[in-house]
């Protein structure tokens, strides 16, 4: 079965510069979700898109923007990047807002390193 | 806010015995979600089993299973026969079940299988 697709999966930048990713969701699910994995750290939410509109926000930077566009593909832009914006960012997608069941696939995380 | 605990950062079970790893949260919600997700070396979040708060039977996945105490707000994972592809981080989550579909994590636990 088709997964949560997430590209590039490693990604090194300078500090001060800026760094896309992108998440391709499961086929048919409408709702993109994105967290920020610090080392050693767990998961933080930092925002949902459901039918390409934000649907929910967590503790997002105000230097990351985000959307979803009309295949319901995601990509997550960060600029002036930090040294502590290093960390693994992980998608997931569901159907429908996880109503009825809850469940959140997660993609294989995208790596960004910021030195 | 919803808050999740895991009090064992470590644990450690021989290969084939069972092990429980404990979690606790904090909600004033009636209407969530529980669940376990599994961080192996890979990175890849991967969900072992998932509870709806509204369910008194405890959920069961093959040899996961889960002791789900509503009025305690306990949630822990049992896992018996332990197998050495079982070493992973384990988080426990919690997801309202209206308005914000977010995950909330707990610190996880570091689960080692000892051969």
């Known amino acids: 079965a088709a997964g949560v697709i997430q590209s590039p999966r490693h990604l090194i930048k300078e500090k001060r510069e800026t760094a896309t990713l992108k998440c391709y969701p499961i086929?048919?699910?409408?709702?993109v979700y994105w967290y920020q994995q610090g080392p050693g750290q767990d998961p933080q939410f930092l925002i949902s898109?459901?039918?390409?509109?934000q649907s929910d926000k967590g503790s997002i930077p105000d230097r990351f923007s985000a959307q979803q566009f009309s295949d319901y593909h995601s990509e997550l832009n960060m600029s002036s990047l930090e040294l502590g914006d290093s960390a693994l960012y992980f998608c997931?997608?569901?159907?429908?807002?996880?109503w009825g069941t809850g469940e959140l696939f997660f993609g294989e995380g995208s790596r960004l390193t910021v030195l | 806010a919803q808050t999740v605990t895991q009090s064992q950062p470590e644990m450690s079970v021989q290969e084939a015995e069972t092990v429980t790893l404990s979690c606790t949260y904090d909600t004033s919600e009636s209407n969530y979600y529980l669940f376990w997700y599994k961080q192996p070396p890979s990175r890849q979040m991967i969900l072992v089993i998932r509870q709806e708060a509204y369910k008194q039977q405890n959920a069961t996945e093959n040899r996961f299973s889960v002791n789900f105490q509503k009025a305690a707000k306990s949630f822990s994972l049992k896992i018996s026969d332990s197998q050495l592809g079982d070493t992973a981080m384990y988080f426990c989550?919690?997801?309202?079940?209206?308005?914000?579909?977010?995950?909330?994590f707990g610190k996880g636990t570091k689960l080692s299988v000892i051969p």
């Open positions: 086929p048919r699910h409408d709702t």
């Open positions: 997931a997608s569901s159907l429908q807002q996880g």
């Open positions: 898109f459901y039918e390409k509109m």
């Open positions: 989550a919690f997801m309202t079940g209206a308005g914000s579909y977010q995950l909330t």
